[in-house]
């Protein structure tokens, strides 16, 4: 087969070119717009499947150009990135042909698309950075890109809900690039290295290399909203339906996640990082997180709330697989990161498709709503009971290797500590399905409920990502689910 | 050999004759004005070729050579400086068409290219001279076609600002002339070369003390500000545009200059340079977030940016210091062309919109969207967002104090960071606000070939910054920064 050394460049390429071109295009010109959306979506998917079987195979890729002196621009496709991309891609094309159907008659699509383009290109651009100097380039085009998207309402609420947003990553933005130049100064390097860069300056000066990992990691918890930066992710909420998706399973709260990986595994090195003492205390306040995000959905009666607080719960999951230094539930983590993606885009879809077709944005009015959508609401359930942790669906395995991890490390309270968040999840996901079930509505105020007017392109795609999720979880030992991928990865990171 | 040392004069005297063809033929006076540039900007381009190929080139005006007569020096860093003069002019000067047509603007018209040309004479004078009282020749040029441009639209709050900005140019330049004319007298010098083997006198500091106070206040360096903000907001947009993108970088140019060359002050002095730098930062950046006019914002923000420089200059001792320089040479350059875009961004969106208040700019039911787009961008350099020249002079100046320890220039960059985007913000948040306008206001409103101009300076500020390595090796022909002296 043919060989492109290219081939990271080119799928970075699908989407962020894609951007000036839906910029471009006039508002009218809605079928063109679609059909570059989806052609990029798709091509994007083609191409991340041929890079994922050659890095399979064992080619490496590494693009490099010089930025500042020493200072170099790197992509690479290590099996981490394809991981990331994989999902990223397969998830885009999903959430492209929603937004399609979502924003079918609304203002300023080719603004919407162009953006979001640029906020997948920033996603890939993160999953393949080969440092941490251009981890930090995506990682703040991530937030640009995203900004927009989450105002894309344009009212007082959505523009005071994105100051917040801005406000929040982009201090965070500059925390990083704090920390990106102290791990410069200190190290010399910020490439990412299985194994870490930093043993030598933790042996000399273990307070400057303890320093610069809670700056870091402090820095990307607002983007994995990490208690206490938690804050901007339910704000963040009024964004359109599709954004919300991409926002909670890919695009930021991933990038968080993912470089908190980087961080802890390229650039400390697991053992490093264990030995400064600091992946304990990170491991307890991913717990606090994970009971905090849970305590707090209990309590909302808007859907998209519950669902992001339920977000702030579930992404710390990653974060405390990364922590526990366990190989085992480093696999859990990494599992998790698809996981939890596909669970979430699923109920995310849903919720936009309750309230668009039935105007339904509360959980007191989501009476009998699985009779009237069955389909949507049957994806719900399953994502929701997948987040319970009901075998054998995806959250399931997450949350069964990241106990065994915690075994292993000889963390016994991380059972305690997933049993409860399980006790949590249902607390908060059953009564949504009692009610969507099994609860006649109080009144109907249509009269007789007619079919809501939702079309193919909003129904099929949370239905598309249900099946996903079965899949992910029933297949979960077959070559190529995203949990062998992971072994492969943890393999390689934990350096055996 | 004899080519080079004719773009130098070239550089100079071509704006210069240009600016009095420009002034006799009224009616051709834009043709007479891009013929110009186009040429100059053609000699800096040889220029430079010159200076990668063979390193700095230095050319004795009348043969006699420093310390007697006149040399005019140029190196990597002055080429730089010299193209960022040659590629903002010319743009700036293309917009001008456009932002200059109007039935009432004939006047405007016919002082614009003669004032700019002039000033152009005055920058690249500035860019090539080796020698203080050349120097303080060239900013007068360069004060008296600038104040002309302030006045230009000729309104009762242009003129004022105008007349504000003369009285504190002439006095920063008397006080620069003291300053030389004290250093001759120590010295008997005035060529740089002198001046770098002088002994530190207390008198021979408190001359350069002199002449940075002078320096300062045309640079409008807090809390010697006070002129800038009327000026720049108050002038016609590719005035602005020129005064803030390229006339106060003549001034930071010397002083990076002085630095290079001038004996070491006193570590005291350096620090006052860094908390007037931090002070103009935050005072800027509050004053900024208080505008109510877009323009006035962005005239603040220039007293901040240029703080954010000096705060670069306030760096003592061997580690770090060629990291300083070289930040502060990048923020320069940055912030000369994210400035230049900003503001014709804002002239083509007060154009259009017909009002520049703030606070009333998502009521208008036009969207002159590629305007806002321009000025998105321009705000992603001037925040110092990557990829951008102006995130890659941030990154060399944080580098620069991390280095050398000073963790109170880091914490006042990152606090000036989180105020330009809360100030950025603000206008961002109108652009994109819709509720509160009735009618349907359809988006890809008010294209027009005029965004041209400002769309690429923007882009180019963004675009150069995954260019920094090559330009900085180019801007360190000749050893600007004392590498090897």
């Known amino acids: 087969m043919m060989d492109a050394p290219l081939l990271p460049l080119f799928i970075l390429l699908t989407s962020l070119l894609a951007?000036?071109?839906?910029?471009?295009?006039?508002?009218?010109?809605?079928?063109?717009?679609?059909?570059?959306?989806?052609?990029?979506?798709?091509?994007?998917?083609?191409?991340?499947?041929?890079?994922?079987?050659?890095?399979?195979?064992?080619?490496?890729?590494?693009?490099?150009?010089?930025?500042?002196?020493?200072?170099?621009?790197?992509?690479?496709?290590?099996?981490?990135?394809?991981?990331f991309i994989a999902l990223s891609a397969v998830l885009w094309l999903i959430t492209t042909v929603y937004s399609v159907g979502y924003l079918e008659h609304g203002p300023h699509r080719a603004r919407f698309f162009g953006f979001f383009s640029l906020c997948v290109a920033a996603t890939v651009g993160i999953a393949m950075s080969g440092n941490l100097f251009t981890f930090l380039l995506f990682y703040e085009l991530l937030?640009?890109?995203?900004?927009?998207?989450?105002?894309?309402?344009?009212?007082?609420?959505?523009?005071?809900?994105?100051?917040?947003?801005?406000?929040?990553?982009?201090?965070?933005?500059?925390?990083?690039?704090?920390?990106?130049?102290?791990?410069?100064?200190?190290?010399?390097?910020?490439?990412?290295?299985?194994?870490?860069?930093?043993?030598?300056?933790?042996?000399?000066?273990?307070?400057?290399?303890?320093?610069?990992?809670?700056?870091?990691?402090?820095?990307?918890?607002?983007?994995?909203?990490?208690?206490?930066f938690h804050a901007w992710l339910p704000i963040a909420m009024v964004a359109p339906a599709p954004v919300s998706a991409l926002l909670h399973a890919v695009a930021v709260v991933k990038a968080g996640a993912f470089g908190i990986m980087r961080v802890v595994y390229e650039v400390f090195g697991i053992e490093t990082a264990q030995e400064l003492g600091l992946t304990a205390p990170l491991a307890v306040l991913a717990g606090i997180t994970i009971i905090?995000?849970?305590?707090?959905?209990?309590?909302?009666?808007?859907?998209?709330?519950?669902?992001?607080?339920?977000?702030?719960?579930?992404?710390?999951?990653?974060?405390?697989?990364?922590?526990?230094?366990?190989?085992?539930?480093?696999?859990?983590?990494?599992?998790?990161?698809?996981?939890?993606?596909?669970?979430?885009?699923?109920?995310?879809?849903?919720?936009?498709?309750?309230?668009?077709?039935?105007?339904?944005?509360?959980?007191?009015?989501?009476?009998?709503?699985?009779r009237i959508m069955p389909g949507t609401m049957l994806a719900f359930t399953l994502a929701a009971l997948a987040m319970i942790g009901l075998p054998p669906l995806a959250g399931f395995v997450s949350k069964w290797y990241l106990a065994q991890g915690g075994l292993d490390a000889g963390q016994d309270w991380?059972?305690?500590?997933?049993?409860?968040?399980?006790?949590?999840?249902?607390?908060?996901?059953?009564?949504?399905?009692?009610?969507?079930?099994?609860?006649?509505?109080?009144?109907?105020?249509?009269?007789?409920?007619?079919?809501?007017?939702?079309?193919?392109?909003?129904?099929?795609?949370?239905?598309?990502?249900?099946?996903?999720?079965?899949?992910?979880?029933?297949?979960?030992?077959?070559?190529?689910?995203?949990?062998?991928?992971?072994?492969?990865?943890?393999?390689?990171?934990?350096?055996? | 050999m004899t080519l080079d040392l004719d773009m130098m004069m070239m550089a100079i005297f071509?704006?210069?004759?240009?600016?009095?063809?420009?002034?006799?033929?009224?009616?051709?006076?834009?043709?007479?004005?891009?013929?110009?540039?186009?040429?100059?900007?053609?000699?800096?381009?040889?220029?430079?070729?010159?200076?990668?190929?063979?390193?700095?080139?230095?050319?004795?005006?009348?043969?006699?050579?420093?310390?007697?007569?006149?040399?005019?020096?140029?190196?990597?860093?002055?080429?730089?400086?010299?193209?960022?003069?040659?590629?903002?002019?010319?743009?700036?000067?293309?917009?001008?068409?456009?932002?200059?047509?109007?039935?009432?603007?004939?006047?405007?018209?016919?002082?614009?290219?003669?004032?700019?040309?002039?000033?152009?004479?005055?920058?690249?004078?500035?860019?090539?001279?080796?020698?203080?009282?050349?120097?303080?020749?060239?900013?007068?040029?360069?004060?008296?076609?600038?104040?002309?441009?302030?006045?230009?639209?000729?309104?009762r709050a242009a003129v004022q600002a105008g007349l504000e900005y003369m009285y504190a140019s002439i006095l920063g330049a008397l006080l620069f002339l003291m300053g030389v004319g004290f250093i001759y007298l120590q010295i008997g010098r005035l060529d740089f070369t002198g001046l770098m083997g002088a002994e530190p006198t207390a008198a021979l500091i408190a001359a350069v003390a002199l002449m940075f106070v002078g320096l300062a206040l045309k640079t409008a360096l807090f809390p010697l500000h006070l002129w800038l903000p009327a000026a720049h907001a108050n002038a016609t947009a590719p005035a602005s545009a020129l005064l803030s993108g390229l006339v106060v970088k003549a001034a930071l140019y010397i002083v990076l200059r002085l630095a290079q060359y001038m004996p070491f002050p006193s570590e005291t002095l350096l620090t006052l340079v860094g908390l007037m730098g931090a002070g103009a930062v935050i005072w800027g950046g509050i004053q900024a977030l208080r505008a109510e006019r877009l323009k006035l914002l962005v005239a603040w923000s220039t007293v901040a940016q240029i703080g954010l420089i000096f705060v670069a200059f306030a760096r003592a001792g061997e580690v770090g210091l060629t990291e300083s320089w070289k930040a502060a040479a990048l923020l320069i350059l940055a912030h000369g062309i994210a400035k230049a875009a900003m503001f014709l961004a804002a002239g083509r969106i007060k154009d259009e919109i017909g009002h520049d208040v703030i606070r009333d700019l998502d009521r208008a039911p036009v969207r002159p969207t590629l305007a806002q787009f321009t000025f998105a961008l321009a705000a992603i350099s001037l925040i110092g967002l990557p990829p951008s020249l102006g995130f890659i002079g941030k990154w060399s100046l944080m580098e620069g104090a991390l280095v050398a320890g000073y963790w109170h220039w880091v914490a006042v960059t990152m606090l000036g960071t989180l105020?330009?985007?809360?100030?950025?913000?603000?206008?961002?948040?109108?652009?994109?606000?819709?509720?509160?306008?009735?009618?349907?206001?359809a988006e890809h409103q008010g294209w027009a070939l005029a965004d041209a101009a400002p769309l690429t300076l923007a882009l180019t500020a963004i675009g150069l910054g995954l260019m920094a390595a090559p330009i900085l090796r180019f801007i360190e022909i000749g050893y600007p920064f004392g590498a090897a002296l």
């Open chain 1, 143 to 228: 937030t640009l890109a995203t900004y927009p998207l989450v105002i894309h309402r344009g009212d007082a609420a959505a523009l005071r809900a994105g100051r917040i947003y801005l406000i929040y990553t982009l201090a965070g933005g500059l925390v990083l690039l704090l920390g990106t130049l102290g791990l410069w100064v200190l190290a010399g390097t910020t490439d990412f290295t299985p194994g870490g860069v930093l043993a030598d300056v933790a042996a000399e000066t273990p307070l400057a290399a303890q320093l610069l990992f809670i700056v870091l990691i402090g820095a990307l918890g607002v983007k994995a909203a990490l208690f206490p």
């Open chain 1, 292 to 370: 905090y995000g849970s305590l707090k959905a209990i309590t909302q009666d808007d859907i998209k709330k519950r669902l992001a607080y339920s977000t702030v719960s579930q992404v710390s999951y990653i974060t405390l697989g990364v922590a526990l230094a366990s190989p085992i539930a480093a696999v859990g983590a990494l599992a998790h990161l698809i996981h939890q993606g596909l669970m979430k885009i699923t109920m995310f879809m849903a919720a936009g498709n309750l309230a668009e077709g039935l105007g339904a944005k509360r959980v007191s009015q989501m009476d009998s709503v699985g």
């Open chain 2, 419 to 441: 105020l330009s985007v809360a100030y950025f913000s603000r206008v961002l948040s109108a652009f994109l606000r819709f509720d509160r306008i009735r009618t349907p206001v």
């Open chain 2, 14 to 155: 071509l704006p210069l004759f240009g600016a009095i063809a420009a002034f006799i033929l009224p009616r051709a006076a834009a043709l007479v004005g891009l013929v110009t540039l186009a040429l100059t900007t053609g000699a800096v381009i040889a220029l430079g070729l010159e200076v990668r190929q063979s390193g700095a080139v230095v050319l004795p005006l009348g043969g006699w050579g420093a310390p007697l007569g006149i040399d005019l020096r140029a190196d990597g860093l002055s080429v730089a400086m010299l193209a960022l003069t040659s590629a903002v002019g010319f743009l700036v000067s293309i917009a001008a068409l456009d932002a200059l047509k109007g039935a009432d603007q004939a006047r405007e018209r016919q002082y614009f290219w003669p004032l700019w040309l002039l000033l152009l004479t005055g920058i690249n004078g500035v860019y090539l001279s080796t020698d203080i009282f050349n120097l303080y020749v060239m900013i007068e040029v360069i004060a008296l076609a600038a104040v002309g441009l302030t006045v230009l639209s000729a309104t």
């Open chain 1, 414 to 496: 991380v059972i305690a500590l997933l049993l409860g968040s399980s006790l949590l999840n249902a607390i908060y996901f059953l009564p949504m399905l009692h009610r969507a079930w099994f609860r006649d509505a109080a009144s109907d105020k249509a009269g007789a409920p007619g079919r809501p007017r939702i079309g193919w392109m909003l129904a099929a795609p949370p239905v598309t990502t249900a099946v996903l999720v079965l899949v992910a979880g029933g297949l979960a030992n077959a070559p190529f689910s995203p949990l062998e991928w992971t072994r492969f990865i943890v393999a390689i990171e934990y350096q055996e």
């Open chain 1, 19 to 83: 951007s000036p071109i839906l910029f471009a295009l006039p508002e009218r010109a809605a079928g063109l717009r679609t059909s570059i959306n989806l052609s990029m979506a798709a091509l994007k998917v083609a191409l991340v499947g041929w890079l994922s079987l050659k890095v399979a195979q064992g080619v490496i890729y590494d693009l490099r150009f010089e930025m500042l002196p020493g200072l170099e621009f790197k992509l690479q496709a290590d099996p981490l990135a394809i991981l």
